[in-house]
């Protein structure tokens, strides 16, 4: 198909974007959409460019839950009002920061993801990942989605939060719902309830903060809740509208997208069982089939930077204040970096050169405990489970329909015990 004949956001191309990516690589590298008034990013090299140069393309727009609640402000109560002006003020710290601001929120949470207290965690992660799989190994069955894949990084996300494993249940509960419109559309009264338990998030993360200045633990809100902040005037502590937009960002990179990819990652192994094969013969295969699949499908597909200056991408002169959509997800594929590209391909060598993390300044702060826990899930998982094959009772998976996150819905298989 032409590039012209693809609708971006149109629920087939959510599905399987794959087509509507090679016809950007091969007509439109830097592709203008009017009725979504943005121009994608699709090629490796040009978001390389792009990323790595954060003075003319600033990530400092609005995202996020910022757009949650389309109600006018006379028809909300003052909560409502009070979380609506948080998520538009306070989301400038990570994800929507530039350099140097960017800088100094990351220094502070560099340190709860620290290589060696990442790599302290390993026992922690394979202890989650025996107790969940011991719930299911027995049935012979499972939806490796929501028994498995939400659970694992729901649980290091709320310990290292501090979270109570008694309040786990209605934890995941809260965010779930307050998540939930970014990774589908919500209906107005869908977006209030939404925003409702993001207000129960916010009230909880800041009781538990006040703990924490009290009585620290090895945790992240100890970090965040007894942390400088290096400023102008000098350091300064975290303020609750900062404390929460990084939790907020910490629950949708940590959470959603680790739990994305352990079920897409599954899938390409039942989708190819001579890699599937090969993985289980050679467990140390494990840390690149992880990355090959994050190469081949990327949790987060897609993110956004502003031009702050008129500029040339790649050919294509862009205003001053164009909004870029940079397409992670396409640039895994492209064939100039990655030969073959759709091929899944759990031995290739230059996998861990995706873009699934992103790059630069803004190359995820996470991605080393994403790692741990896709790699000690998978190992668990293969040594424990053989003959792992869909569940033909259920339909094809499906993927979610949203344009920033990829994940599937649910993933039903069956398998036998090792």
């Known amino acids: 198909m032409a590039l012209a004949e693809f609708n971006p956001v149109s629920p087939e191309v959510l599905e399987c974007p794959f087509p509507f990516y090679e016809a ?3 007509e439109a590298p830097v592709y203008f959409v009017p009725a979504m008034n943005i121009a994608m990013v699709s090629k490796y090299d040009l978001l390389q460019e792009v990323v790595h140069d954060p003075a003319t393309y600033s990530s400092a727009m609005p995202t996020g ?7 006018d402000e006379a028809d909300l109560d003052p909560e409502l009002r009070e979380y609506r002006r948080r998520a538009q003020n306070a989301s400038r710290t990570l994800l ?13 949470v560099n340190k709860a993801f620290a290589a060696r207290r990442v790599a302290g965690m390993e026992d922690y992660v394979r202890e989650i990942v025996t107790g969940l799989i011991d719930e299911f190994i027995a049935d012979g069955k499972v939806d490796l989605v929501t028994q498995f894949a939400d659970r694992l990084p729901m649980s290091v996300i709320a310990d290292q939060i501090g979270v109570p494993r008694k309040d786990l249940a209605a934890f ?13 559309k919500l209906t107005p ?5 939404a925003a409702r338990a993001g207000i129960e998030l916010q009230k909880y993360f800041l ?14 809100l100890t970090v965040l809740a007894t942390a400088e902040l290096e400023t102008d005037e000098g350091p300064r502590p975290l303020n609750d509208d900062e404390i ?7 629950q949708v990179a940590g959470k959603e997208t680790t739990a994305h990819e352990i079920g897409m990652a599954m899938l390409l192994l039942v989708e190819n069982p001579d890699q599937m094969a090969a993985v289980q013969a050679d467990l140390s295969l494990v840390p690149n089939f992880i990355e090959e699949a994050l190469r081949m499908e990327a949790p987060v597909r897609s993110l956004f930077r502003t031009t702050t200056r008129d500029v040339t991408l790649g050919g294509v002169d862009l205003p001053k204040g164009t909004t870029l959509m940079l397409v992670f997800a396409a640039a895994n594929r492209d064939e100039e970096q990655f030969e ?10 230059n996998a861990k050169t995706h873009v699934a993390f992103s790059a630069g300044p803004h190359y995820c702060v996470g991605s080393a405990l994403a790692r741990l826990e896709l790699r000690v899930a998978f190992e668990e998982l293969l040594k424990r489970m053989t003959n792992i094959r869909r569940d033909p009772a259920y339909p094809a998976p499906a993927h979610t329909q949203s344009y920033i996150l990829r994940g599937l819905t649910e993933l039903h298989l069956l398998f036998d015990k090792a």
Do not use: C, W
Not at 65 to 71: E, G, H, N, Y
């Open 24 to 26: 950007l690589h091969a």
């Open 340 to 349: 073959d590209h759709a091929r899944f391909d759990v031995s290739r060598e």
């Open 189 to 193: 009264e869908q977006e209030l309830t």
């Open 244 to 250: 929460l937009s990084i939790l907020n960002q910490f």
């Open 65 to 71: 839950p910022a757009d949650l609640v389309r109600q």
């Open 207 to 220: 009781a538990r903060a006040e703990e924490r200045r009290k009585d620290p633990q090895d945790d992240m």
């Open 96 to 108: 929507s920061a530039d350099p140097p601001e960017h800088g100094r929120y990351r220094s502070i």
């Open 172 to 184: 995941k509960a809260r965010a779930d719902t307050a998540i939930g419109g970014i990774e589908r």
